[in-house]
């Protein structure tokens, strides 16, 4: 009989957002009238219609399909050329990073996952607590932890607690740690890193032999002037980061899937003999073994948000979004909740009332508010006590939301 991989049973419970998704439908068949009320601003998901200039590219691309003399069959699995550097001139002008080492794939929650393909057993990795559930759940998936004990810790794992007592900046590693997963601005606390913080991260990764995955799928919502956009704006990152992005927020593309990963090729690991090895030509052949490309519309139409049409656009979606957090943000504070991030990412983290717990947060809001929201302990242990309010929604739903949450909190 065919042998299945056992770690899989490591994961006790579904993952986060499907299991929010199941609670609101026993809730919804249960509740027919309220379910009609409901307003979702757990999950983030983008709701505002693609921009103007994607969606011409688009049609252009597809016009070009239809024809013999311009149609396109498979395209390069690393991405077309114009759409990689156009990427390098728009977002990291200046950095020293060369078209090649961008990979064009369709989403970065499958490149957080899918880069664990060519790093070894045995590894000592580090994570943020609360943490997008990604980072943890691959890992278990592939074997690099134990079991989980009673709070969902994975034996194996080096946790980095986040909340309010350290300001939500993780304390670099006492130990060595071989990779080090960051978020900024961070999903789920909605908080950022400023340059002294990743240099220190950069150091450390430096001086260990550490290698940093450095998730930036959210820059673009960044306000502040000290808050780096890209890892590799800190000098050496070169040596030690990669870095992941996507065109889901900043753009639409949550159901169209777009994204990328940049790999600069002086960034090293080390072989099983200990001799090192570049990590660049390494996922060059896993993305192109694995993968036949994101399709030519959509890259396209990824192309045109560096358009200045593209651009304005974007910018609007930008500042509809990060209206809303303030709003959400406000509210929370005007009732008395301690509430962080929401300033440099669509994400308000509150913590809960208190002897409230994060997941009692969530049946109260849906119960009595008719409001979805993200319990913090779906993120990990730390995240008991808070809970996650997406500012990706309409205007009016959002002022909707803060006025049930005047109401019944």
């Given at each position: 009989?065919?042998?299945?991989?056992?770690?899989?049973?490591k994961?006790?419970?579904?993952?986060?957002?499907?299991?929010?998704?199941?609670?609101?439908?026993?809730f919804?068949?249960?509740?027919?009238?309220?379910?009609?009320?409901?307003?979702?601003?757990?999950?983030?998901?983008?709701?505002?219609p693609?921009?103007?200039?994607?969606?011409?590219?688009?049609?252009?691309?597809?016009?070009?399909?239809?024809?013999?003399?311009?149609?396109?069959?498979?395209?390069p699995e690393?991405g077309?050329?114009?759409?990689?550097?156009?990427i390098?001139?728009?977002?990291f002008?200046?950095?020293?990073?060369?078209?090649?080492?961008?990979?064009?794939?369709?989403?970065?929650?499958?490149d957080?996952?899918?880069?664990?393909?060519?790093?070894?057993?045995?590894?000592?990795?580090?994570?943020?607590?609360?943490?997008y559930?990604?980072?943890?759940?691959?890992?278990?998936?592939?074997?690099?932890?134990?079991?989980?004990?009673?709070?969902?810790?994975?034996?194996?794992?080096?946790?980095?607690?986040?909340n309010?007592?350290?300001?939500?900046?993780?304390?670099?590693?006492?130990?060595?740690?071989?990779?080090i997963?960051?978020?900024?601005?961070?999903?789920?606390t909605?908080?950022?890193?400023?340059?002294?913080?990743?240099?220190?991260w950069?150091?450390?990764?430096?001086?260990?032999?550490?290698?940093?995955l450095?998730?930036?799928?959210?820059?673009?919502?960044?306000?502040?002037?000290d808050?780096?956009?890209?890892i590799?704006?800190i000098?050496?990152?070169?040596?030690?980061?990669?870095?992941?992005?996507?065109?889901?927020?900043?753009?639409g593309?949550?159901?169209?899937?777009?994204?990328?990963?940049?790999?600069?090729?002086?960034?090293?690991?080390?072989?099983?003999?200990?001799?090192?090895?570049?990590?660049?030509?390494?996922w060059?052949?896993?993305?192109?073994?694995?993968?036949?490309?994101?399709?030519?519309?959509?890259?396209?139409?990824?192309e045109?948000?560096?358009?200045?049409?593209?651009?304005a656009?974007?910018?609007?979606?930008?500042?509809?979004?990060?209206?809303?957090?303030?709003?959400?943000?406000?509210?929370?504070e005007?009732?008395?909740?301690?509430?962080?991030?929401?300033?440099?990412?669509?994400?308000?983290?509150?913590?809960?009332?208190?002897?409230?717990?994060?997941?009692?947060?969530?049946?109260?809001?849906?119960?009595?508010?008719?409001?979805?929201?993200?319990?913090?302990?779906?993120?990990?242990a730390?995240?008991?006590?808070?809970?996650?309010?997406?500012?990706?929604?309409s205007?009016?739903?959002?002022?909707?939301?803060?006025?049930?949450?005047?109401?019944?909190?």
């Amino acid at each position: 009989m065919a042998r299945l991989n056992d770690n899989f049973l490591k994961l006790k419970a579904g993952y986060l957002f499907p299991e929010i998704a199941r609670r609101v439908k026993a809730f919804s068949d249960a509740n027919p009238e309220a379910a009609k009320n409901i307003i979702r601003c757990g999950i983030g998901d983008v709701t505002e219609p693609l921009p103007q200039a994607s969606r011409k590219a688009m049609h252009e691309a597809i016009d070009e399909l239809g024809n013999r003399e311009t149609f396109r069959g498979y395209g390069p699995e690393q991405g077309y050329e114009f759409l990689r550097q156009a990427i390098v001139d728009n977002q990291f002008a200046g950095l020293g990073i060369a078209a090649d080492e961008v990979f064009i794939s369709d989403g970065s929650k499958c490149d957080t996952g899918n880069i664990l393909d060519i790093f070894g057993p045995g590894n000592k990795i580090a994570i943020t607590d609360p943490v997008y559930p990604v980072y943890v759940d691959t890992n278990v998936m592939a074997g690099n932890t134990g079991e989980a004990d009673e709070n969902g810790a994975f034996e194996g794992l080096v946790y980095l607690p986040c909340n309010a007592a350290n300001d939500f900046v993780p304390a670099i590693p006492d130990e060595k740690v071989d990779l080090i997963y960051l978020c900024y601005p961070n999903n789920p606390t909605g908080t950022a890193a400023t340059k002294d913080q990743l240099k220190a991260w950069v150091d450390y990764a430096r001086e260990n032999g550490s290698i940093i995955l450095y998730d930036a799928a959210y820059e673009a919502f960044i306000q502040e002037a000290d808050v780096p956009h890209s890892i590799f704006e800190i000098e050496g990152a070169k040596e030690c980061a990669i870095e992941f992005r996507s065109f889901s927020k900043i753009a639409g593309f949550t159901g169209v899937r777009c994204a990328y990963v940049v790999i600069p090729k002086t960034v090293e690991g080390t072989l099983a003999d200990g001799s090192k090895k570049a990590l660049h030509p390494l996922w060059s052949r896993r993305h192109s073994t694995k993968f036949n490309g994101a399709s030519y519309p959509v890259q396209r139409g990824a192309e045109a948000i560096f358009s200045d049409e593209g651009k304005a656009e974007t910018a609007e979606l930008v500042e509809h979004y990060m209206g809303n957090a303030k709003l959400l943000r406000e509210t929370c504070e005007k009732i008395g909740l301690a509430v962080y991030g929401g300033v440099n990412a669509p994400y308000v983290w509150v913590a809960c009332p208190e002897g409230v717990t994060s997941w009692g947060m969530f049946d109260k809001m849906l119960e009595q508010a008719n409001v979805v929201i993200t319990p913090g302990a779906g993120f990990g242990a730390a995240g008991e006590g808070y809970f996650r309010i997406s500012a990706f929604n309409s205007r009016a739903n959002v002022e909707e939301v803060c006025r049930r949450i005047a109401e019944h909190l």
